[in-house]
T-cell receptor, first 114, second 111 residues
Framework: DAGVIQSPRHEVTEMGQEVTLRCKPI?????LFWYRQTMMRGLELLIY????????DSGMPEDRFSAKMPNASFSTLKIQPSEPRDSAVYFC????????????FGQGTRLTVV | DQQVKQNSPSLSVQEGRISILNCDYT??????FLWYKKYPAEGPTFLIS?????DKNEDGRFTVFLNKSAKHLSLHIVPSQPGDSAVYFC??????????FGTGTRLQVTL
């Protein structure tokens, strides 16, 4: 298995532009998580899905952020409009049960908003 | 409010010595605890875990200790090796079925 695949690995965009981050979870995993890593706050959970349904989006910073999971093998995180303070590394992770097992992370997307 | 705290942002240890990384949590309902390791430009990778019914779990050079009364988790690495240099995150989960991470501790193992 190739693991969790994220694209792009790096994204540089201008303030105000729309940004879409993509994730392909490990086949057979039921739960998918989006995290953001910053120096100040470490790894913050933004949203997680179970069986393609959003379960908890309380970590989404504001309405500019949205996430979808149209099927079991694909998810997107969209920021519209983007702002410089959104610059961070965004990770996608999946796990088989969504419960007490470890999550497997992708390599992340480094987003820079200038 | 930070539910999971790693109060030491960095730690430096000599090769061969013991590394001890600490983590505190606030919610007694958490029932599963994990440690992840992260190298630069890579995603975090799972290292070791422990459930709330245990107080110790060992895997080779890595041992995790859980003190439920103190709501404290620690990771011991012995002997420490240069390849252990990384950022270590503790994480907790409970009935909400989501992983909540601490802010991380950067471990530097020196020669």
């Amino acid at each position: 298995d190739a693991g969790v695949i994220q694209s792009p690995r790096h994204e540089v965009t201008e303030m105000g532009q729309e940004v879409t981050l993509r994730c392909k979870p490990i086949s057979g995993h039921n739960s998918l998580f989006w995290y953001r890593q910053t120096m100040m706050r470490g790894l913050e959970l933004l949203i997680y899905f179970n069986n393609n349904v959003p379960i908890d989006d309380s970590g989404m910073p504001e309405d500019r952020f949205s996430a979808k999971m149209p099927n079991a093998s694909f998810s997107t995180l969209k920021i519209q409009p983007s702002e410089p303070r959104d610059s961070a590394v965004y990770f996608c992770a999946s796990n088989p049960t969504g419960g007490s097992t470890e999550a497997f992370f992708g390599q992340g997307t480094r987003l820079t908003v200038v | 409010d930070q539910q999971v705290k790693q109060n030491s942002p960095s730690l430096s240890v000599q090769e061969g010595r013991i590394s001890i990384l600490n983590c505190d949590y606030t919610n007694s309902m958490f029932d599963y605890f994990l440690w992840y390791k992260k190298y630069p430009a890579e995603g975090p990778t799972f290292l070791i875990s422990i459930s709330s019914i245990k107080d110790k779990n060992e895997d080779g050079r890595f041992t995790v200790f859980l003190n439920k009364s103190a709501k404290h988790l620690s990771l011991h690495i012995v002997p420490s090796q240069p390849g252990d240099s990384a950022v270590y995150f503790c994480a907790v989960t409970g009935t909400a079925s989501k992983l909540t991470f601490g802010t991380g501790t950067r471990l530097q193992v020196t020669l």
